[in-house]
């Protein structure tokens, strides 16, 4: 008598998810994006964020849990689906995850209109975009991936 193994990846899903269990993808502004006229990028963005006393709120940064969830929540199996097979490797797997984060917050960032901007500042800036003045804010939305 004898025993045939047949094994269908389970192996490989061993090695894979302790690499899983430490693995993180950050997106977002992340530090060392520079400053624009004075101000961090970070800080500029988390004001328009939360808001202030003079600035409403506007939570472009909360696009991949809301806006984004559904794309999200489609694309995760279908990557560690690929990395279980063996044609994807985890690093790809997060560096997809942070890309699409990454879209889905410059996405927010470009179709966000309202709360709309004051008239001064419509006026300083020559565009009614409430998040959009120089760009920098929407360039600096960026990835990291750690394993």
Same mark, same amino acid.
């Given at each position: 008598?004898?025993?045939?193994?047949?094994?269908?990846?389970?192996?490989?899903?061993?090695?894979l998810?302790p690499?899983?269990?430490?693995?993180?993808?950050?997106?977002?502004?992340?530090?060392?994006?520079?400053e624009?006229?004075?101000?961090?990028?970070a800080?500029?963005?988390?004001?328009?964020?939360?808001?202030?006393?003079?600035?409403?709120?506007?939570?472009?940064?909360?696009?991949? @849990? /809301?806006?984004? %969830?559904?794309?999200?929540? *489609?694309l995760? $199996?279908k990557?560690?689906?690929?990395?279980?097979?063996?044609?994807?490797?985890?690093?790809?797997?997060?560096?997809?995850?942070g890309?699409?984060?990454? @879209? /889905?917050?410059? %996405?927010?960032?470009?179709? *966000?209109?309202? $709360?709309?901007?004051a008239?001064?500042?419509?006026?300083?800036?020559?565009?009614?975009?409430?998040?959009?003045?120089?760009?920098?804010?929407?360039?600096?939305?960026?990835?990291?991936?750690?394993?």
């Open positions: 008598m004898s025993v045939k193994v047949i094994d269908k990846g389970w192996q490989r899903i061993k090695k998810f690499a899983i269990a430490d693995a993180s993808v950050k997106v977002g502004v992340l530090s060392g994006e520079g624009n006229d004075g101000v961090s990028v800080f500029y963005g988390a004001v328009n964020h939360y808001g202030n006393g003079k600035i409403p709120p506007r939570p472009f940064m909360d696009a991949p @849990s /809301t806006s984004g %969830r559904n794309e999200l929540n *489609t995760r $199996p990557l560690l689906k690929a990395m279980t097979e063996g044609s994807m490797s985890l690093e790809q797997g997060l560096n997809a995850l890309l699409k984060g990454q @879209s /889905t917050i410059q %996405r927010k960032i470009q179709q *966000t209109t309202s $709360p709309g901007n008239q001064s500042t419509k006026d300083r800036k020559g565009s009614s975009h409430p998040l959009i003045d120089t760009g920098r804010l929407l360039d600096s939305i960026s990835y990291e991936v750690n394993q």
